[in-house]
T-cell receptor
């Protein structure tokens, strides 16, 4: 019930195209859905996040679409650039009793944007 | 701020040896997390601390793994004895009360031969 399923495992997109990564969850108690971006040799870094009370959040070229009834959410990268080439992790979390977010990560999607 | 600092960045050791990974969280953060990343299992939470106290170590795979946080600015993850299946990238992350975001260090790539 704590799983977050992510697809695809890898993705190749041409420069200027749209990259779409999908995630699904089971636990309806999750209350925060972040996306992390990881470049080779670096740790994951928060990219964008959404709460289940909204259906979409946009920050620049990055958009999260959230479907609460289907328990699915996705990351869309518009006008994909070679600099977006990285591994993307979706995640879902629950606020713990100590005030921190207990995070469950998806398995990651390796995105390659080719010129 | 220098961010979360981890050392060493790379560690190669032989099976049976003791391995110690180190982490310095961001100053002022009161939560510290240790994660392990592998191709097969992705990012897994091993243990987390709040105010230097271990709160949840249910992700620690075996008794061979142990973690300590003697003060607010330092934590260690120890593997003794190490095995080839422990080969992975180990990340430390920190956060503070009420914060949603976790800040990750650059990781330690461990190879056990």
């Amino acid at each position: 019930q704590q799983q977050v399923k992510q697809s695809p495992q890898s993705l190749i997109v041409q420069k200027g195209g749209i990259s779409i990564i999908n995630c699904a969850y089971e636990n309806t108690a999750f209350d925060y859905f972040p996306w992390y971006q990881q470049f080779p040799g670096k740790g994951p870094a928060l990219l964008i996040a959404i709460r289940p009370d909204v259906s979409e959040k946009k920050e620049g070229r990055f958009t999260i679409s959230f479907n609460k009834s289907a328990k699915q959410f996705s990351l869309h990268i518009m006008d994909s650039q070679p600099g977006d080439s990285a591994t993307y992790f979706c995640a879902a979390s629950i606020k713990g009793s100590g005030g921190y977010q207990k995070v469950t990560f998806g398995t990651g999607t390796k995105l390659q944007v080719i010129p | 701020d220098a961010g979360v600092i981890q050392s060493p960045r790379h560690e190669v050791t032989e099976m049976g040896q003791e391995v110690t990974l180190r982490c310095k969280p961001i100053s002022g953060h009161d939560y510290l997390f240790w994660y392990r990343q592998t191709m097969m299992r992705g990012l897994e939470l091993l243990i987390y601390f709040n105010n230097n106290v271990p709160i949840d170590d249910s992700g620690m795979p075996e008794d061979r793994f142990s973690a300590k946080m003697p003060n607010a600015s330092f934590s260690t993850l120890k593997i003794q004895p190490s095995e080839p299946r422990d080969s992975a990238v180990y990340f430390c992350a920190s956060s503070f009360y009420g914060m949603d975001e976790q800040f990750f260090g650059p990781g330690t790539r461990l190879t056990v031969l």
